[in-house]
């Protein structure tokens, strides 16, 4: 706005010639606007006057219980205002998966918490399952390299052997695939991350994985073996009513995944790792071909650095697939497994 001129227009002598009433430049016209914008939401009830100037809008707009107050009265006035924002659902996304990233570092570290969620689910493992249903982003950024987006919307769990996808026989925590112009199938057996990672000392210095781990390891090991076996190289998308689509899914040697305990438990009463149990770890599952072995507080980090690097406009910066320094690290004073103080 460069300038504001109201005009009165004549009702006697020369009926073409416009009276100028009132001419503003954009200061001034700025100033007009803001305040007519603001008497919506100035009270006009009863006797008594409301002296309205610009310092009054400035304190209101600084004041976040005056702000709050003002929403309260009319959320929906609010909400339709975020709705036509194009970069608002931007910011209601982000709000969104801050707080799910919040969620899951509270279950690792405030057993109280999780035990409330585990009796809601029904079971640690389903609590965990819920929650990454609910927000796919989690494991489509917080497993591989490539993009990974569950195989039907809304439902990670999938039978995938006997009559299955393709056609009831063997299930999967998370049936996912790779997104691109050319998809191909993963797997993910999902447990919680309160399952133990080692089991007994074998020998000086050798902590095996537990039964629960490598109970896990050959479980998505058998399921994507049979899997590959009856589903061929190839399953064709179809469409609700049965019609082939020109798309479809391939089965070439699928990447898995078992998402199970929490790094902590490698580590002594003061926080710190202790080698023998890093190093048995590290060297059991960096030597399995299949799955690959990520633990709860791994894919928590990873959820809350993508999370801080939308926040700081960071992420358009990464190359695409690009690592944070340290995936695995979830506090600054924390050890981090690739900086072993050993």
Excluded: C
């Excluded at 100035?42 to 005056?66: K, M």
């Excluded at 919040?102 to 689910?121: I, P």
């Excluded at 633990?295 to 980090?301: I, S």
């Amino acid at each position: 706005m460069r300038k504001l001129r109201i005009q009165k227009v004549p009702t006697s002598g020369d009926l073409t010639r416009l009276e100028t009433v009132l001419e503003l430049d954009r200061e001034q016209a700025t100033s007009l606007i803001d305040m007519l914008r603001a008497i919506d939401a100035i009270p006009i009830e009863g006797d008594s006057t409301v002296r309205v100037d610009d310092q009054l809008l400035r304190d209101v707009f600084a004041d976040p219980t005056a702000m709050a107050s003002v929403y309260a009265d009319d959320p929906e006035r609010f909400r339709a205002l975020i709705e036509s924002d194009a970069n608002a659902s931007d910011v209601i996304a982000l709000q969104h998966r801050r707080e799910v990233a919040a969620t899951m570092r509270r279950w690792l570290e405030d057993d109280d918490s999780f035990a409330e969620a585990n009796a809601a689910a029904g079971g640690p493992e389903k609590a965990w399952q819920q929650l990454l249903e609910a927000n796919p982003w989690v494991l489509g950024i917080g497993l591989g390299g490539q993009l990974l987006t569950s195989w039907e919307e809304g439902k990670l769990e999938q039978t995938v052997v006997g009559r299955s996808i393709k056609g009831v026989g063997k299930r999967a925590d998370a049936l996912l695939r790779t997104a691109g112009i050319v998809r191909t199938l993963a797997f993910a057996e999902i447990k919680h991350h309160q399952t133990r990672l080692q089991g007994e000392q074998y020998r000086s210095g050798a902590w095996g994985p537990s039964k629960e781990v490598a109970g896990a390891v050959v479980q998505v090991q058998q399921t994507v073996h049979l899997a590959s076996r009856e589903l061929g190289d190839y399953i064709q998308d179809q469409a609700d009513d049965g019609e082939l689509l020109g798309t479809g899914t391939f089965i070439l040697q699928p990447r898995s995944y078992v998402i199970v305990g929490s790094l902590d438990q490698l580590t002594g009463d003061g926080g710190g790792p202790i080698p023998d149990k890093v190093r048995s770890f590290e060297l059991f599952r960096r030597n399995l071909h299949e799955p690959e072995v990520i633990t709860f507080d791994e894919l928590v980090a990873r959820a809350e650095w993508h999370v801080e690097a939308a926040a700081h406009g960071s992420a358009a910066d990464e190359p695409p697939g690009a690592e944070p320094e340290s995936t695995w690290t979830t506090q600054p004073d924390r050890w981090a497994p690739d900086e072993p103080p050993f």
